[in-house]
């Protein structure tokens, strides 16, 4: 059965590869968006009766500046800010055509991007994170200065006001926010996750309710009675690391391959989905079997997101 999307105008999808790693500092994760496409995503995408525009990999090194010292704690702030700013427009411009805009990573701090160009054009959009990490640190708490870790507070506008990142705006609240999958949450992060509110389903919920329901109230959270669109951002590390093991900061006691395919599945069946993000895949780690079986696991989770059912 295939479900009609509530809020596309036409089932056309932009594509837009961000081979970018500047968020964090293992090489290779900008190679993620390269391989992914060179595994078919888009022939695949026409299989399943997308029309497909793909904008190509931009070249985003040349927005990298000749000094990018530490701003606070933050690494490569002017860098990730420069790149992230460029594909919110990326976004919002498939969004405003009525397309669903797919980004692949890439870092997860590229979502700093894609969820501002998103709320732009769908400003009550709920937001759907998929991860082992909340990436909900601030300029202050962050321990690793690595702004994957970060995207979400600056979302939220809670991040504090700094001039390098003067285009963000606060876009995002609290109750539009809801995570599947969490199991390694810095401290900062955990108070944050409590003062605010956020619902939360950590890996501790999922087995506790199973995916199905923890799908079902993390949807009825962002998308009561399925009103709002939905951008999902799915960080491949959500994946227990026996299941999706190239990524830089795999954490044990993660979603089953079934578990992880089921969001996606779920996701499309509620109509809402309007942009999604497949992140933090890096081809560079772990040997050939498992780059293979990461990048076969970002097709798959994508292409149900996007439609693909087993019967
Ligand atoms: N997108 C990710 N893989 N994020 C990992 C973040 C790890 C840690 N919480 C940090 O702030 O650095
Ligand atoms: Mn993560
Ligand atoms: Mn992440």
């Not at 837009?16 to 993620?32: A, E, H, K, L, T």
């Amino acid at each position: 059965m295939s479900v009609q999307n509530k809020f596309l105008k036409q089932k056309s999808v932009g594509v837009i590869g961000v081979p970018f790693s500047g968020g964090q500092p293992r090489d290779g994760v900008d190679q993620g968006p390269l391989k992914i496409i060179e595994f078919g995503l888009l022939d695949q995408l026409k299989e399943l009766d997308w029309q497909v525009k793909f904008d190509g990999h931009r070249d985003y090194s040349l927005m990298q500046p000749a000094s990018d010292p530490p701003v606070g704690k933050l690494l490569n702030a002017r860098y990730v800010s420069a790149v992230t700013e460029s594909v919110a427009s990326s976004v919002s411009a498939h969004l405003k055509e009525g397309s669903l805009a797919l980004t692949l990573g890439g870092d997860h701090s590229i979502a700093l991007g894609t969820v501002s160009g998103t709320m732009a054009v769908h400003p009550d959009a709920g937001l759907i994170w998929v991860d082992a990490h909340a990436d909900i640190n601030t300029p202050e708490t962050t321990e690793s200065g690595n702004i994957h870790g970060c995207p979400v507070s600056f979302l939220l506008g809670i991040a504090g006001q700094l001039k390098e990142f003067g285009w963000v705006k606060p876009c995002l609240t609290p109750d539009r926010l809801v995570y599947i999958g969490l199991r390694d949450v810095d401290a900062g992060e955990k108070k944050i996750l409590r003062e605010h509110g956020i619902k939360a389903f950590s890996m501790h919920e999922v087995d506790k309710y199973g995916i199905s329901k923890v799908v079902e109230m993390a949807i009825e959270h962002v998308s009561p009675n399925r009103s709002r669109p939905i951008h999902l951002s799915f960080d491949v590390d959500a994946l227990d690391p026996t299941v999706a093991p190239s990524t830089g900061t795999p954490v044990r006691g993660g979603l089953t391959f079934r578990e992880g395919h089921y969001i996606c599945e779920a996701i499309h069946e509620t109509g809402c989905l309007v942009s999604m993000d497949l992140m933090e895949v890096n081809p560079s780690l772990e040997d050939d079997q498992a780059v293979f079986q990461t990048v076969t696991i970002g097709c798959s989770l994508v292409r149900c997101a996007m439609g693909e059912t087993l019967l």
